[in-house]
Protein backbone atom coordinates (compact mmCIF):
# COMPACT_ATOMS: atom_id res chain seq x y z
CA UNK A 1 0.00 0.00 0.00
CA UNK A 2 1.26 3.58 -0.71
CA UNK A 3 1.22 6.44 2.14
CA UNK A 4 -1.92 8.12 0.52
CA UNK A 5 -3.75 5.29 1.15
CA UNK A 6 -2.54 4.56 4.73
CA UNK A 7 -3.05 9.10 5.21
CA UNK A 8 -6.71 8.73 3.74
CA UNK A 9 -7.52 5.48 6.14
CA UNK A 10 -5.98 7.60 9.16
CA UNK A 11 -8.32 10.34 8.10
CA UNK A 12 -11.43 8.24 8.46
CA UNK A 13 -10.29 6.19 11.31
CA UNK A 14 -10.00 10.30 13.13
CA UNK A 15 -13.85 11.11 12.13
CA UNK A 16 -15.22 7.47 13.16
CA UNK A 17 -13.74 7.54 16.78
CA UNK A 18 -15.48 10.72 17.95
CA UNK A 19 -18.12 9.18 17.28
CA UNK A 20 -18.11 5.96 18.55
CA UNK A 21 -16.21 6.90 21.91
CA UNK A 22 -19.15 9.11 22.20
CA UNK A 23 -21.05 5.92 22.36
CA UNK A 24 -17.91 4.37 24.82
CA UNK A 25 -17.58 1.79 21.33
CA UNK A 26 -14.35 1.13 20.15
CA UNK A 27 -15.03 1.76 16.65
CA UNK A 28 -14.82 -1.66 14.91
CA UNK A 29 -18.07 -1.46 12.77
CA UNK A 30 -16.16 1.15 10.83
CA UNK A 31 -12.47 0.28 11.55
CA UNK A 32 -12.54 -2.96 9.86
CA UNK A 33 -15.07 -2.52 6.61
CA UNK A 34 -13.16 0.89 6.26
CA UNK A 35 -9.65 -1.23 6.08
CA UNK A 36 -11.14 -3.95 3.54
CA UNK A 37 -12.54 -1.07 1.59
CA UNK A 38 -8.91 0.23 1.55
CA UNK A 39 -7.84 -3.14 -0.04
CA UNK A 40 -6.27 -4.34 3.17
CA UNK A 41 -6.32 -7.95 4.22
CA UNK A 42 -9.12 -8.70 6.38
CA UNK A 43 -7.92 -11.37 8.44
CA UNK A 44 -3.97 -10.54 8.90
CA UNK A 45 -4.37 -7.00 9.13
CA UNK A 46 -8.53 -5.06 9.09
CA UNK A 47 -9.49 -7.13 11.74
CA UNK A 48 -6.53 -7.65 14.13
CA UNK A 49 -6.07 -4.06 13.71
CA UNK A 50 -9.26 -2.88 14.69
CA UNK A 51 -9.20 -4.65 17.57
CA UNK A 52 -6.05 -2.63 18.89
CA UNK A 53 -8.15 0.89 17.82
CA UNK A 54 -10.98 -0.46 19.32
CA UNK A 55 -8.70 -0.98 22.85
CA UNK A 56 -7.24 2.13 22.06
CA UNK A 57 -10.40 4.56 21.65
CA UNK A 58 -12.05 2.70 24.07
CA UNK A 59 -9.24 3.23 26.60
CA UNK A 60 -8.93 6.71 26.08
CA UNK A 61 -12.41 7.51 26.44
CA UNK A 62 -12.98 5.55 29.36
CA UNK A 63 -10.21 7.43 31.08
CA UNK A 64 -11.88 10.50 30.58
CA UNK A 65 -15.19 9.40 31.74
CA UNK A 66 -13.60 8.17 34.70
CA UNK A 67 -12.44 11.47 35.48
CA UNK A 68 -16.24 12.87 35.19
CA UNK A 69 -17.58 9.93 37.70
CA UNK A 70 -19.37 7.97 35.17
CA UNK A 71 -17.88 4.71 35.25
CA UNK A 72 -19.25 1.91 37.30
CA UNK A 73 -16.57 -0.54 38.00
CA UNK A 74 -17.95 -2.65 40.34
CA UNK A 75 -20.64 -3.29 37.98
CA UNK A 76 -18.65 -3.84 34.76
CA UNK A 77 -15.81 -5.41 36.40
CA UNK A 78 -17.25 -9.23 36.10
CA UNK A 79 -18.06 -8.32 32.25
CA UNK A 80 -14.88 -6.72 31.09
CA UNK A 81 -13.19 -10.02 33.15
CA UNK A 82 -15.31 -12.38 31.07
CA UNK A 83 -14.46 -10.59 27.53
CA UNK A 84 -10.86 -10.65 28.69
CA UNK A 85 -10.94 -14.56 28.82
CA UNK A 86 -12.65 -15.28 26.11
CA UNK A 87 -11.85 -12.72 23.31
CA UNK A 88 -8.43 -14.73 22.77
CA UNK A 89 -10.43 -17.39 21.97
CA UNK A 90 -12.48 -15.85 19.21
CA UNK A 91 -9.07 -14.19 17.44
CA UNK A 92 -7.76 -18.14 17.45
CA UNK A 93 -11.28 -19.33 15.45
CA UNK A 94 -10.34 -16.69 12.52
CA UNK A 95 -8.78 -19.25 10.83
CA UNK A 96 -10.90 -21.69 10.41
CA UNK A 97 -13.75 -19.15 9.40
CA UNK A 98 -14.43 -18.57 5.84
CA UNK A 99 -14.20 -14.49 5.03
CA UNK A 100 -17.87 -14.51 3.42
CA UNK A 101 -19.19 -15.74 6.65
CA UNK A 102 -17.26 -13.25 8.94
CA UNK A 103 -18.56 -10.51 6.65
CA UNK A 104 -21.99 -11.91 6.56
CA UNK A 105 -21.86 -12.36 10.68
CA UNK A 106 -19.89 -9.52 11.20
CA UNK A 107 -23.50 -7.26 9.05
CA UNK A 108 -26.18 -9.19 10.88
CA UNK A 109 -24.81 -8.08 14.14
CA UNK A 110 -24.39 -4.60 12.82
CA UNK A 111 -27.98 -4.39 11.75
CA UNK A 112 -29.22 -6.44 14.96
CA UNK A 113 -27.38 -3.69 17.28
CA UNK A 114 -28.62 -0.57 14.70
CA UNK A 115 -32.43 -1.57 15.04
CA UNK A 116 -32.25 -2.27 18.65
CA UNK A 117 -30.26 1.27 19.20
CA UNK A 118 -33.16 2.90 16.78
CA UNK A 119 -36.31 1.75 18.45
CA UNK A 120 -34.61 2.55 22.06
CA UNK A 121 -34.07 5.96 21.22
CA UNK A 122 -36.92 7.22 21.73
CA UNK A 123 -37.15 6.41 25.04
CA UNK A 124 -36.63 8.43 28.43
CA UNK A 125 -33.58 7.42 30.82
CA UNK A 126 -33.93 5.11 33.08
CA UNK A 127 -34.87 6.15 36.76
CA UNK A 128 -33.50 2.60 38.83
CA UNK A 129 -30.72 0.24 38.12
CA UNK A 130 -30.61 -3.16 38.74
CA UNK A 131 -28.98 -4.98 41.68
CA UNK A 132 -25.44 -5.17 42.11
CA UNK A 133 -25.60 -9.07 41.90
CA UNK A 134 -28.15 -8.97 38.50
CA UNK A 135 -25.55 -6.30 36.80
CA UNK A 136 -22.81 -8.76 38.02
CA UNK A 137 -24.59 -12.34 36.42
CA UNK A 138 -25.73 -10.73 33.39
CA UNK A 139 -22.54 -8.95 32.58
CA UNK A 140 -20.70 -12.19 33.08
CA UNK A 141 -22.15 -13.68 30.16
CA UNK A 142 -22.67 -10.88 28.04
CA UNK A 143 -19.43 -9.74 28.43
CA UNK A 144 -17.79 -13.18 28.06
CA UNK A 145 -20.05 -13.25 24.75
CA UNK A 146 -18.81 -9.93 23.37
CA UNK A 147 -15.43 -10.78 23.75
CA UNK A 148 -15.80 -13.85 22.00
CA UNK A 149 -16.98 -12.11 18.92
CA UNK A 150 -14.69 -9.21 19.55
CA UNK A 151 -11.88 -11.45 19.23
CA UNK A 152 -13.30 -13.27 15.99
CA UNK A 153 -14.74 -10.15 14.13
CA UNK A 154 -12.49 -7.46 15.55
CA UNK A 155 -15.19 -5.08 16.76
CA UNK A 156 -14.64 -5.00 20.09
CA UNK A 157 -17.99 -5.77 21.22
CA UNK A 158 -19.39 -2.72 23.09
CA UNK A 159 -22.44 -2.95 20.52
CA UNK A 160 -23.56 -5.99 22.76
CA UNK A 161 -22.21 -4.49 26.25
CA UNK A 162 -24.00 -1.17 25.89
CA UNK A 163 -27.63 -2.28 25.26
CA UNK A 164 -27.47 -4.91 28.12
CA UNK A 165 -26.42 -2.16 30.51
CA UNK A 166 -29.33 0.13 29.23
CA UNK A 167 -31.35 -2.85 29.89
CA UNK A 168 -29.85 -2.96 33.57
CA UNK A 169 -31.09 0.83 34.07
CA UNK A 170 -28.36 2.44 33.46
CA UNK A 171 -28.51 6.11 32.11
CA UNK A 172 -27.01 6.42 28.72
CA UNK A 173 -23.59 8.38 29.73
CA UNK A 174 -22.99 6.06 32.42
CA UNK A 175 -23.74 2.96 29.99
CA UNK A 176 -20.82 4.13 27.39
CA UNK A 177 -18.56 5.34 30.04
CA UNK A 178 -19.03 1.29 31.55
CA UNK A 179 -19.09 0.18 27.95
CA UNK A 180 -15.51 1.89 27.49
CA UNK A 181 -14.21 0.11 30.73
CA UNK A 182 -15.24 -3.10 29.41
CA UNK A 183 -14.28 -3.22 26.04
CA UNK A 184 -11.36 -1.77 26.63
CA UNK A 185 -9.84 -5.77 28.22
CA UNK A 186 -12.02 -7.24 25.46
CA UNK A 187 -10.35 -5.28 22.70
CA UNK A 188 -6.87 -5.74 23.84
CA UNK A 189 -6.95 -9.08 25.23
CA UNK A 190 -8.28 -10.00 21.25
CA UNK A 191 -5.39 -8.30 19.76
CA UNK A 192 -3.06 -10.08 21.70
CA UNK A 193 -4.58 -13.02 20.49
CA UNK A 194 -4.08 -12.11 17.02
CA UNK A 195 -0.73 -11.06 17.81
CA UNK A 196 0.36 -14.13 18.73
CA UNK A 197 -0.68 -15.35 15.11
CA UNK A 198 1.56 -13.34 13.68
CA UNK A 199 -0.55 -10.49 12.35
CA UNK A 200 -0.18 -6.42 12.19
CA UNK A 201 0.83 -3.93 9.75
CA UNK A 202 3.30 -1.60 11.90
CA UNK A 203 3.13 1.54 9.66
CA UNK A 204 -0.67 1.34 9.86
CA UNK A 205 -0.81 0.78 13.04
CA UNK A 206 1.00 3.71 14.08
CA UNK A 207 -0.76 6.36 11.71
CA UNK A 208 -3.84 5.06 13.05
CA UNK A 209 -3.17 5.19 16.69
CA UNK A 210 -2.64 8.28 16.86
CA UNK A 211 -5.99 9.22 14.65
CA UNK A 212 -7.72 7.40 17.15
CA UNK A 213 -5.93 9.05 20.41
CA UNK A 214 -7.26 12.63 18.97
CA UNK A 215 -10.55 11.83 17.99
CA UNK A 216 -11.99 9.47 21.43
CA UNK A 217 -10.42 12.29 23.47
CA UNK A 218 -12.65 14.90 21.28
CA UNK A 219 -15.63 12.33 21.77
CA UNK A 220 -15.67 11.87 25.14
CA UNK A 221 -15.15 15.27 25.80
CA UNK A 222 -18.35 16.04 23.43
CA UNK A 223 -20.23 12.91 25.08
CA UNK A 224 -19.75 14.32 28.59
CA UNK A 225 -20.19 18.08 28.48
CA UNK A 226 -22.80 19.14 25.05
CA UNK A 227 -24.44 15.35 24.04
CA UNK A 228 -27.98 14.79 24.00
CA UNK A 229 -28.62 10.94 24.43
CA UNK A 230 -31.38 10.59 21.96
CA UNK A 231 -29.48 12.06 18.68
CA UNK A 232 -26.38 10.12 19.53
CA UNK A 233 -28.59 7.00 19.98
CA UNK A 234 -30.09 8.05 16.71
CA UNK A 235 -27.22 8.57 14.76
CA UNK A 236 -25.37 5.79 15.77
CA UNK A 237 -28.16 3.35 14.80
CA UNK A 238 -28.21 5.11 11.31
CA UNK A 239 -24.46 4.58 10.83
CA UNK A 240 -25.11 1.22 11.69
CA UNK A 241 -27.82 0.21 9.23
CA UNK A 242 -25.36 1.84 6.87
CA UNK A 243 -22.85 -0.27 7.71
CA UNK A 244 -24.98 -3.25 7.16
CA UNK A 245 -26.02 -2.25 3.75
CA UNK A 246 -22.84 -1.90 2.41
CA UNK A 247 -21.62 -5.23 3.94
CA UNK A 248 -24.73 -7.27 2.44
CA UNK A 249 -24.10 -5.41 -0.99
CA UNK A 250 -20.80 -6.41 -1.47
CA UNK A 251 -21.64 -9.72 -0.58
CA UNK A 252 -24.25 -9.76 -2.90
CA UNK A 253 -22.91 -8.37 -6.20
Given at each position: M?L???L?A???I???S?????LGL?G?M????IF???G?P????A??LG???NGVTT???F??Y?R?????F?GGL????AG??????G?H??Q?V?????I??????V?????R??VKS???EP??MA????????????????????????I????I??P??????YP?KK???TTA??????S??????HM?????D??????S???V???SQ?G????????Q?????RMYG?V?L????K??YG???
Amino acid sequence: MDLSTYLLASGLILVVSVLFSMLGLGGGMLYVPIFKWLGFPLKSVAIPLGLLLNGVTTLSAFLRYAREGLVDFRGGLPAAIAGLALAPVGAHMVQYVPQHILIALFAGLVTIAGLRTLVKSGGGEPTEMASNTRRAMVGGVVGGSAGFIAGLLGIGGGFIVAPMLMELGYPTKKAAATTAFIVTFSSFSGFLGHMAEGHVDLTLAGLSLVAVIAGSQLGAWLMANKAQPGWVKRMYGIVLLAIAAKLLYGLLA
